[in-house]
């Protein structure tokens, strides 16, 4: 059986080697430390000279620190640096969501002038197809060119109308770009400006129905009988065949002799054998001869209406009694008169005129 007493001695023997070795160590880190230490207050204890020399200075300037100051000067500008850096950038990221925002707003300043100008156009031609529409509603052409001179009508889009792009941009502003605003505006420009050109020629040819309507002459010039009709006859002065340009109205003297379309008197004075003459020219190629009368109540350049009375009935020139010689000239030449004298509208006189053989 072993010793008690000579088991524990190895036990011992180990702590009191273990005890010694963490002694050494920590010892050794001491040293170390204060080693690390001296040659850290060392090397911050260097000193550091930078001399600036000015080109045209004659003393020069020497600024000494030590290299501590210099290494807490570093992590300074350093962290200086990087607030300033962090700063600029958040600045800059402000700025740019500023001016995104006013490119934005821009953006949609114009687009909304766009769809204004658009909103315009559609107006128009909403009035125009009102005014079509009516005109339509007539029930024949001579109601159309016979109408009043100016139609009332009332355009204007609809409430729904009128929100409809507004609401596309309001619901969808991020998502539509800008070349599909401005094609749908273009598009609706387009249609706007083909419909306004339709609208234009239609009423510019309704323009030209009413003037050469009010321009045709219709309708016997003075109250009376005819007494000598359009073509050859025998000449009651002369006693042989003669082409006679006009048609004799007869009646007692002074009868009103009223204008049978609206015109502008281009001669009013006595000519030879008609006497005292008054001419009135339409245009659209149309003139009227007014002979022999006994006073003239209009002179040349005078603006006349259809029905208005220009002159008394009377036998000046070569007559045989109290009438009116009426011609009617159409591109410088006479042509019958009966036809317009016997219809009540323009759309009559084609008719009359073809079942006359176009009288001569």
């Known amino acids: 059986m072993k010793d008690p007493e000579n088991h524990e001695i190895p036990v011992i023997s180990s702590l009191i080697r ?19 230490r001296g040659r850290l207050r060392q090397v911050l204890g260097h000193k550091l000279t930078v001399m600036i020399v000015p080109h045209n200075a004659i003393r020069r300037v020497n600024l000494q620190f030590t290299f501590s100051f210099a290494f807490f000067l570093t992590l300074f500008s350093i962290g200086l640096f990087s607030w300033a850096s962090l700063t600029v950038m958040s600045n ?5 969501m500023r001016t995104d925002h006013e490119i934005m707003k821009l953006k949609v300043e114009y687009f909304a002038n766009e769809i204004r100008k658009s909103r315009e156009i559609i107006d128009r031609v909403r ?9 339509l509603g007539m029930k024949n052409r001579q109601a159309i060119i016979e109408g009043p001179s100016s ?18 941009l309001e619901d969808k502003l991020w998502d539509i770009s800008e070349g599909e605003i401005l094609s749908v505006s273009r598009i609706i420009q387009k249609e706007s400006r083909d419909r ?8 510019e040819f309704i323009a030209y129905q009413r003037g050469l309507s009010r321009s045709t002459p219709i309708g016997w010039p003075a109250l009376g009988r005819a007494t000598s009709h359009f073509g050859r006859r025998i000449s009651p002065f002369f006693g042989r065949p003669q082409f006679h340009t006009g048609i004799d109205i007869a009646e007692r003297a002074g009868t009103p002799v009223r ?10 004075r006595w000519e030879g054998g008609y006497g005292r003459l008054v001419i009135v020219d339409h245009g659209y190629g149309y003139s009227t001869f007014y002979a022999h009368n006994s006073k003239i109540l209009v002179k040349s350049g005078d603006k006349v209406r259809r029905g208005q009375i220009i002159s008394s009935m009377g036998s000046t020139g070569s007559t045989t009694g109290s009438h009116v010689h009426y011609e009617i000239w159409q591109n410088g030449r006479a042509i019958n008169p009966w036809a317009f ?15 006359q053989g176009r009288g001569g």
Not at 341 to 355: F, G, L, Q, W
């Open 341 to 355: 004298m016997a219809a009540r509208t323009v759309e009559e006189i084609s008719s009359r005129r073809i079942r």
């Open 127 to 135: 009035e125009a197809d009102t005014q079509l529409r009516e005109m």
């Open 18 to 36: 273990f005890t010694r070795s963490v002694r050494d160590l920590w010892h050794g880190w001491t040293r170390l430390r204060r080693s690390m």
């Open 92 to 96: 800059m990221d402000y700025w740019g």
């Open 196 to 203: 306004m050109k339709s609208y234009k020629e239609l009423s």
């Open 151 to 168: 139609l009332n009508g009332e355009g204007g889009p609809e409430p729904f109308d009128q929100s409809i792009l507004q609401k596309a």
């Open 259 to 268: 204008a049978t379309a609206d015109g502008t008197v281009a001669l009013a």
